[in-house]
């Protein structure tokens, strides 16, 4: 067991890898009653094309297999059901999917050993029948409706839609109506055999424990299954091209006011000189600086009446490329978007700027660290990105500076953007 | 449960302040609640308040100042919303600020100061907010208004709670009516920013790090307001009349997908019944995924994803939503009234009653997790009389399956609204 210091946080995580590579994180804190347990694998929705375990050629899975993977994992073989028996134990448990892993989590303030032996248990016998299968799929589509009529995930998901041409980026977790479909369940095996293997999953524990009670839990109870370590898996890689996919959409949808994004996608290549981590800080500050309560250039449209609130910003990434997703509800959409067109050239940083947004990210790093909920999403995400828990969080935000700053805002290409746009059933001006 | 922690009242004349001091966060968080009898002609002029208050004060001069000064003092995140809990309307204006030890020396005091600028200090001259900003805000809300109801699930649920009694506070819609919106001026918004200063019931908490004698002093000093109020009536609706029959109505839109909303009335119930046996009752019909709702609709029958009850233990009433397919209305409606039925008829194991106490018991034990949560727990305690949460913990053991059948024949149901959609594929 590996005791690592997050710095400055007064926080501390255990670490451990077992044989079978499995890794496990726990950070105690007890100072609350409850635990927050998750198990993720590396399977999110991008990873539609990769060569299965044992064998040699790449294979295409039809989309949305990772999501329906997630809710079938749930079925078990003897007919118990996962959520009865947390329920049973005091807990409270779900899963969700993204692009790039797949967690399964409980919370609870009893029985942490029964929960968490049950956690790996369930997630590790798979019992996928054709029978099953097909009921899943009524459920399922009813899931994607609802969110087809959420317009704020059109939205978005018509941006990335719009703005990816390879990409598997470019579609919806879930998949489709139609490709849902047609997922069978040996596509579930494949994907559950390849991607549930110990190697390219982990196990992150926040909350009231003891460490090394949690990692004998764990290692005792993998070492009965005797799994050895496997070589990464293969994913296809794309061949994204900087331009995008489309430059404009509109749709009309039942809302009140209009919703607008225009999306810029910028390489990530272009600033070699700073680490990724990095990079993506200054990228997303520099638009927040631009767009948000804080801007001179967002006051001046507030005055104009022609937003009245100011812009949120959303950012994506995948290994290439950025995605800066800035939007606004208005009912003078092409005033808008010619406002945040005109708002991204003109973007700027001051020294004092860069001092104000240091002590933001400072603070939002303690507070997340007294959340055990956010401290477990803080180290998941630094697995999914990093593949390695970031210890020096807060030296590197003190470490932001107005030169490196300078040189992201120099080296940014804008000329790759979509506009995309929910519209009210008649327009209102 | 909830050691370490030292609680302290001081009654300040016009204002109760509550002082929960514990060393176990890194956070500090802090309320100022402000409650009145709930009027439906008031909720509109109150949202305006709300959101007028965070757009500038007589010190800053303009939401960019305010947010400046925010990221100055380490983001602490300032916000205030209303919400209608049984008769009352409650305003709760919070902040959650870090510890000192992880900022700087006098940041505390800085913080509340800054916080309480908000609140007492508006952007006021001659009696009147200031038109340009009176103006921004107003825009602001008539878009928040409309929007507010695009979210299908609420706008199935504010419908059928209106058809279900529409002079149940609960069914006003908390963001405001647009002819209430027409009505009001900077001048009549101050006026009413005074009204609500000088006449609501005021508490302040404030949990963390802090010494209770220091804040005492601190807000003796900061909060000056002299005026003496003092407790009205009871939170807790008493439904006057049931339905014999429940009441089903359909409305169409351009959804893909169709939200049922259900409401049932409470009728009158013991303190045990009240706090006790009706979120044991939820919790088995519709509480989680569990539930029986959810086993059936959703797993046996793959009508739906999501389905859940909740139980509003202060407004008397059971609300269930699903969203579904139209052409599975009629037997998801039939599936939901006989899983009501099974639970009049005690058809539920000894085993999913101790299972829902097992979950109550654990919601008990995160009440005291966060600054946020303990709060709230300490208002609860205030406002609506319930049992501490180690008492609560005792008390859940002795509710009988009897107990949950006497409670489920007092489930009226009253009405069934479908927010049909009829799009087109």
Known sequence: MNKIELRGLDTYVYTEVLESGLQIFVVPNENVNKTYVTYSTKLGSVYDEFVPIGEKDFIKVPLGVAHFLEHKVFEQEDGTDPFEFFSSHGASANANTSNYKTTYLFQTTDDVKENLEYLLHYVESPYFTDENVEKEKGIIEQELLMYADDPYNVLYEMTLYNTFVEHPMKYSVGGTVESIHKITKEDLYTCYNTFYHPSRMFVVVTGNVKPEEIINIISEHESKRSILPAEPVKIKLVDEPDEVFKNHEERVMEVSIPKVTVAYKIRLDAFNDLSLRDIKIYLSQLFSLQFSDTSLYVEELKKKELIDDSFAINTVYTDTHAVIMISNETNYVNEVVKAIQEGVKQLHVTEEEVERMKKTLISSQIYMSDNIFRMNNFIMNCMIQDGEINTNKVEEIKKMNLKDMEYVLNNLDLSNSTVSVIQTPRKQK | MGDNMNYKKYDMGSFHLHVISTTRFKTVGLKVNFKRPAKKEEVTIRNFLNQILLESTNRYKSRRELALEVENLYNVSCGIRSSLSGNYLVTIFDALLLDEKYTEKGYMKKSIEFFLEMLLHPDVSNGAFRDDVFHLVKTNLINQIKSSSDAPTTYATEKMLEHLDANLPISYRIYGYLEDLEKITPQSLYEYYKNMIHS????????????????????????????????????????????????????????????????????????????????????????????????????????????????????????????????????????????????????????????????????????????????????????????????????????????????????????????EGDAHE
């Open chain 2, 200 to 419: 609501d019931e005021i508490d302040i908490f404030i949990c963390g790090n802090v010494n209770p004698e220091e804040m005492k002093q601190l807000f003796q000093e900061l909060f000056t307001i002299n005026t003496l109020k003092r407790t009205r009536g009871s939170h807790y609706i008493k439904h006057k009349k049931v339905r014999k029959r429940s009441h089903s109505f359909i409305e169409k839109k351009n959804l893909k997908q169709s939200s049922l909303s259900i409401g049932c009335k409470l009728m009158p119930q013991s303190d045990f019944e009240r706090f006790y046996v009706g979120y044991i009752y939820n919790i088995i019909l519709g509480g989680g995924s569990n539930s029986k709702l959810f086993q059936v609709v959703r797993e046996k029958h793959s009508l739906c994803y999501t389905i859940h009850s909740r139980y509003l233990n202060v407004n008397s009433l059971l609300l269930i939503s699903a969203g579904i397919n139209k052409e599975d209305y009629k037997k998801a409606v039939s599936l939901i009234k006989r899983q009501l039925k099974a639970m009049v008829q005690g058809n539920f194991t000894e085993e999913q009653l101790e299972q829902a106490k097992m979950i109550y018991i654990s919601g008990c034990k995160e009440l005291f997790d966060s600054p946020a949560a303990i709060i709230n727990t300490y208002i609860s305690y205030v406002y609506l009389n319930v049992d501490e949460v180690e008492t609560r913990i005792q008390n859940i053991q002795k509710v009988t399956k009897e107990d949950v059948i006497k409670f489920a024949k007092n489930v009226y149901l009253d009405t069934i609204f479908l927010l």
